[in-house]
């Protein structure tokens, strides 16, 4: 079935209001409103615009809001808030130091990769958050700089969330609305990533030899630290290899991944008895569930016009005469778009229109994986490509401050030399993979 979509008053308002918020959103930094302002007024508008001129309504609306996205996310911050404090993740960074040995890139290999594990079953933002400061203790207690390792925490974070379907957001948003399984998403992503994280640590590597080389004080640091609470950080690995193999059975449960995630989180707060509840719940960051809540509210009024199905038919052509060009571009054109600006609303504009043209009876299931991989890598492009990155910056920003030496900061310019020729280099190589196994990414899931 073969719909032609033409133009009309509808689609023209809902795009206005759409693109209008986007820009809001981008622009962050020049009129400095906080995005998820934009995005709760983009929604408004579009629900009453839309109630107006017939298109849309707040039923409609809030059946457009991808929950599982919202839950999923929401139960995971509420685990990791209560992981926090335990103190493990402290001892974990330290046992590496230790194990190091003052070997310089032994150290940011083994820190990068405690980095990109974690950031395969807790989000990107987070890894980083718990790393970030402790790189900086244990870089400043050996006498080292610390941009190297600050720097391979920000790109393997947003390479190892690549990985699984919990990993990174825009993963979650494309494996709800592509009804992709947890093993399917990870068979798909994990050797591509594994590659990827080869690439980066090359690139940092080559990049960083001359600080790389220098001979630290050596420090025994097997005594810095004890973990303060033993029983809480215990049950909380063991309820996350539980939620691990969950995520593995969960399609054959029939279950969505935030029942997952709020199986984990019920067990961890009966489980563990000195959990403040108020405490573990105000650390959800609703600033960012409100956004993500907004911006569904927004994709869904313009869905509802099908004018994304209106734009699709425009490249549809284009994915006819050739799926592995346009697979690829669209990694590459989803990867510049989300080294500058932020790849969720990219990522959520993308599905419907794939959707469209899955509509149509188009194989879209490569496109799937090239969306996956272009805003996940894409985030390594640029010092505002991700969340976590933006983090990092910060702090060392603030570090430079501290010590008043400009050199610790990570400037735009520092992350353009260092950081884009990894992401240059985990595009290229997953291009090739891409290209290589076709077939295997471009069989259809179901």
Sequence with gaps: MHHTYTLDLPMILSAIIMATTFVGIFTEGLHGLHRTKFALLGALAMIVVGQIYGFYSPEKAIEAIDWN???????????VSIMIPTGGFEA??????????????????????????????????TTVVIFGPLIILITRTLGVNPIPYLLAAAL????????????????????????????????????????????????????FRKELRIVPKSLDFSKVEEIKDKTTWRIALAVLGLMVFLFIIHHALGWDAWMVATIGLTLLLFLSPNTDMDKAFSSIELTLLAFFIALFVIIGGVEQTHFLEYVGSYIEPFVQSDLLVASITLMWVAAIFSAMIDNIPFTAAMI??????????????????????????????????????????????RLAKEKNDPSLAITPGVWFAKGTPAMIATLITSSLLMWLFFDFFATPMH
Excluded: C
């Design 352 to 397: 419907p229109i794939i959707l469209g043209m899955e509509s149509q009876g188009i194989n879209v299931t490569p496109l799937w994986w090239s969306l996956a991989i272009g805003v996940g890598m894409g985030g390594n492009g640029t010092h505002l490509g991700s969340t976590a990155n933006v983090y990092i910056v910060t702090i060392s920003e």
């Design 92 to 125: 974990l960074a330290y046992k590496i130091a230790d194990l190091s040995k003052g070997r310089l890139f032994m150290l940011l290999v083994m820190m990068g990769t405690a980095v990109a594990v974690i950031s395969l079953m807790l989000d990107n933002v």
């Design 69 to 79: 996205v919202v839950f999923l996310l929401g139960a995971m911050m509420t685990i």
């Design 156 to 207: 393997l974070s947003d390479t190892g969330g690549v990985a699984t379907l919990v990993g990174d957001p825009p993963n979650l948003m494309i494996g709800s609305a592509a009804d992709i399984s947890f093993n399917s998403f990870f068979i798909h992503m994990a050797g591509l990533v594994a590659v990827a994280y080869i690439a980066t640590v090359g690139v940092l590597r080559f990049l």
